[in-house]
């Protein structure tokens, strides 16, 4: 019984390729909609993710802490603008995470 | 997740404003009312086809500037995208090319109209739907083909309606019909934008 739950163990591989920062469903969609562009602002985040101001703030800072995404400020005829863009690593990593979840879900039969 | 959908309904934000449809509405009105003014007025067509037109992109270009981007915010696209804005100007440069052509060949006498169903409305039919249907194809705009089959079909219309009606008056029938619906579509899409998306990233429900 016991050799048996082993091997339920080590036929379930642990979750840990799936990367953490991605893998939070808001986060997710974060990446997923600056991933399909070059930029967007906060607002256009905003609008497209459906969050909410505070709640896209805290991931994006997430985000930028893990280096994946870099806050770059422009101006708008003389007006300051504020941009957000994948980093190349930031890039990669959903490149990587996608190649990883299929690899996941074409291996489940 | 679809990530080439995800790009398309991104893009497609842009089109919910209803300000190109505007533009277009008014475009079409103007093909009609230019004349009519000018058989009324005695004002060259010229003159408010110009200023319809001037005021027509005016509204597009403020209205993006002031109405839109406040309430949606601002992107940047792929390099795949603008290379398909690229394909759509060329295309639109290619059929002006290609009107002004043929208006040359006409105001130089070297092809003549042969009344009453010339060949040329034809073209200018088949122009205005390929055109339109290429931009809608690159654009990823659907409502680009139906607005294609309303510039054909106004060119039709007046033509076949010039033999019944005196005075311009087929040419504002033929483009007013389908001008006036268009300018509704997008006055509808613009109301239900500005209710939708309040400026500055306000929401409504909070």
């Not at chain 1, 985040?45 to 703030?57: D, E, H, I, K, V």
């Not at chain 1, 007006?79 to 994948?86: A, F, Q, S, V």
């Not at chain 2, 010229?46 to 981007?69: C, D, H, N, Q, R």
Request: aromatic letters at 16%; one cysteine or more; a positive charge.
């Amino acid at each position: 019984m016991s050799k048996k739950k082993g091997n339920i163990l080590t036929d379930i591989q642990p979750f840990e390729f799936a990367d953490k920062v991605i893998h939070e469903p808001a986060r997710l969609t974060i990446m997923a909609h600056l991933f399909v562009i070059e930029s967007a602002d906060f607002l256009f985040l905003m609008r497209q993710t459906n969050m909410t101001f505070g709640n896209l703030s805290s991931h994006l800072k997430k985000l930028e802490g893990a280096g994946y995404v870099e806050i770059i400020k422009e101006f708008v005829g003389k007006k300051p603008h504020t941009m957000i863009r994948l980093t190349k690593t930031g890039r990669s990593a959903f490149e990587h995470y996608k190649k990883n979840m299929k690899k996941l879900f074409d291996g489940l039969s | 997740m679809d990530l080439a959908n995800l790009e398309k309904k991104s893009w497609q934000t842009f089109f919910n404003d209803g300000f190109l449809d505007i533009l277009l509405g008014v475009l079409l009105l103007n093909f009609g009312l230019a004349p009519v003014i000018e058989y009324e007025f005695a004002i060259h067509y010229l003159y408010p086809y110009i200023f319809m037109l001037f005021l027509a992109e005016a509204i597009f270009f403020v209205g993006k500037k002031y109405v839109t981007a406040p309430r949606i915010g601002r992107v940047k696209f792929s390099k795949r995208r603008k290379q398909k804005k690229h394909k759509v100007t060329f295309v639109l440069a290619l059929s002006v090319a290609l009107g002004f052509a043929i208006y040359v060949l006409f105001a130089l006498g070297i092809v003549e109209d042969s009344a009453p169903f010339s060949w040329w409305v034809a073209l200018f039919c088949i122009n205005a739907i390929v055109v339109f249907s290429v931009m809608a194809y690159f654009l990823d705009f659907p409502r680009l083909y139906l607005y294609g089959m309303f510039f054909g079909f106004s060119i039709l219309i007046a033509e076949l309606l010039d033999e019944f009606i005196i005075g311009p008056y087929n040419a504002l029938i033929g483009f007013g019909v389908f001008g006036v619906i268009t300018l509704v579509i997008g006055l509808t899409c613009l109301l239900r934008f500005l209710q939708k998306c309040p400026p500055n990233g306000e929401v409504l429900h909070e």
